[in-house]
């Protein structure tokens, strides 16, 4: 009993160090065929700016639909738009923050 | 230009003031303008040379487009970004922030489309697929070798051919507007030159009949009138010899020797001493043998000549004059009316009078002035405003 508890303990606290951006948006797209990078390099393709991207991003997020879609007509037809963020505001700008972090180009050039 | 010919003789300080106030006036607008069409040949040329190379900048953008969107497909692999020998190169978001750059200036005027700074050619471009986010790309080259050298070798050449011709347009503008004052000047000088011709012959026949009478044979009262018109005689003389010294003798050669200056001036003190005596001036001398100058006999007598005839002219009744000679200079103090200080300067200009109550033409110390330039002597005066004036000659 006490080991069970102890697992739960550990495993509630892995979940809770994760971030929002980890908890939320990686597991549904882990399985996609497209994966979550590609869609960071086609909203820079077309927004360009940090903040032109992340406006767009969160936009598309609180309101999908086809027409502001970045993703090719083949793809949108065989997988259709995706459903509406439950996250908040805030979660939804710490999940898209940490999104750039990881994918935008700045540092990365050598 | 013909006043410029007797530049010290015929132009006065302030006249010359004016001249070189518009020469100034004339040089810095000349510059102006010079400057300003050197500055838009400069720009033309920097444009004909950039539109020269704004095809080959083009090719070269688009090459590194293509490998930007190659890096762009495949950055999840390559995180390298594409140079090349031939330009460096900078990509730029569209808040304009610095993505990556190769370039050696930091600072790049997006909103430009070619332009060239520091010897280096800057073309910009805007991407149409914004890759690796990049909405602005900037190539940098080095400018043509030797394009500013010739540039600035033609600005020289035709600068030069432009000032030229600037200068020969200012050269018949200062022709004319010299022209009014040429002519008051040589109104002046005619009206001076016909006036002593005029006055030689009855001069010369007063004083030497004024010198034919026996004073003493005449009574008291004549010989005192006579001895008037002895004085007005001698002052229309002096004023004789100053223009006509004026008009002719400076131009004359020199006859230098070694005068002793001791003799020459109590002679001329007593050719003056019935002025003296008339204004009841008292004269005093310290008059120290054996000093000698080198110079011209009838220049020396007309300098002392002129300054003792100021000391007499403008000194008071009862008035004193005491002259000073020793190595090295000449004294003369008189107990006069005295000048300003600000007024001594033009002192020395022809026609230039402070004090018009006595007669003159404003010539006597223009005439000092030629012959102390002349003999390199120097003339310093100190006076005070009712006190008298001192006039020193150093040498």
């Known amino acids: ?110 | 230009m013909l006043a410029l010919k007797n530049w010290d003789i015929n132009l006065r300080w302030s006249e010359k003031k004016t001249l070189l106030s518009f020469l100034l006036l004339y040089s810095f607008l000349t510059l102006l303008i010079l400057v300003f069409v050197a500055f838009l040949y400069y720009g033309l040329q920097r444009d004909l040379m950039l539109q020269s190379k704004r095809e080959a900048l083009s090719n070269l953008t688009n090459e590194q487009i293509a490998k930007l969107k190659n890096l762009h497909i495949n950055f999840a692999k390559e995180q390298i970004y594409p140079r090349d020998d031939r330009f460096n190169s900078a990509i730029y978001d569209s808040s304009f922030k610095e993505i990556f750059s190769t370039l050696n200036s930091k600072n790049v005027n997006l909103y430009e489309d070619i332009y060239l700074k520091e010897g280096k050619i800057y073309f910009i471009k805007e991407l149409e697929s914004y890759y690796l986010g990049a909405r602005y790309i900037a190539i940098e080259v080095n400018e043509p070798p030797f394009w500013s050298k010739k540039v600035y070798e033609e600005l020289g050449l035709y600068g030069a051919i432009l000032f030229l011709i600037l200068t020969f347009i200012g050269y018949f503008l200062l022709n004319i507007i010299l022209q009014p004052m040429k002519n008051a000047i040589a109104l002046l000088d005619r009206f001076i030159k016909d006036t002593t011709h005029e006055l030689n012959t009855p001069i010369n026949a007063i004083l030497s009949n004024i010198e034919m009478i026996e004073l003493d044979a005449l009574d008291e009262n004549l010989a005192r009138k006579i001895k008037r018109i002895n004085i007005g005689a001698k002052t229309i003389s002096h004023l004789y010899e100053d223009l006509t010294y004026l008009i002719l003798s400076h131009s004359a050669l020199s006859f230098d020797e070694d005068v002793e200056l001791k003799p020459l001036i109590e002679e001329r003190i007593e050719y003056f001493s019935l002025i003296v005596e008339s204004k009841k001036i008292t004269l005093s001398a310290e008059l120290h043998k054996a000093i000698f100058l080198h110079i011209d006999r009838k220049k020396m007598t007309k300098l002392f000549d002129n300054i003792l005839s100021n000391a007499i002219k403008y000194n008071k009744i009862n008035g004193s004059i005491h002259i000073v000679l020793q190595e090295g200079c000449l004294e003369i103090s008189d107990s006069g009316k005295g000048i300003e200080e600000e007024k001594i300067a033009h002192m020395f200009e022809r026609y230039t009078r402070f004090d018009k109550t006595v007669g003159g033409f404003g010539i006597g110390l223009n005439i000092v002035a030629f012959i102390a330039k002349e003999y390199h002597l120097l003339i310093t005066i100190h006076s005070k405003i009712n006190e008298g004036t001192k006039v020193t000659i150093s040498w």
């Open chain 1, 1 to 110: 009993m006490v080991k069970q508890l102890f697992v739960l303990f550990l495993l509630t606290g892995v979940l809770s160090a994760q971030t929002i951006y980890e908890k939320n948006c990686l597991p549904c797209h882990k399985g996609m065929a497209v994966k979550i990078d590609k869609f960071f390099y086609r909203y820079l393709l077309k927004y360009s700016s940090e903040q032109e991207v992340k406006k767009a991003m969160i936009a598309y997020l609180q309101n999908p639909n086809v027409k502001d879609t970045i993703l090719v007509d083949g793809l949108i037809n065989r997988f259709g738009v995706k459903k509406k963020t439950t996250l908040t505001p805030q979660e939804l700008q710490e999940a898209i923050d940490s999104y750039w972090q990881e994918y935008n180009v700045f540092d990365k050039l050598k």
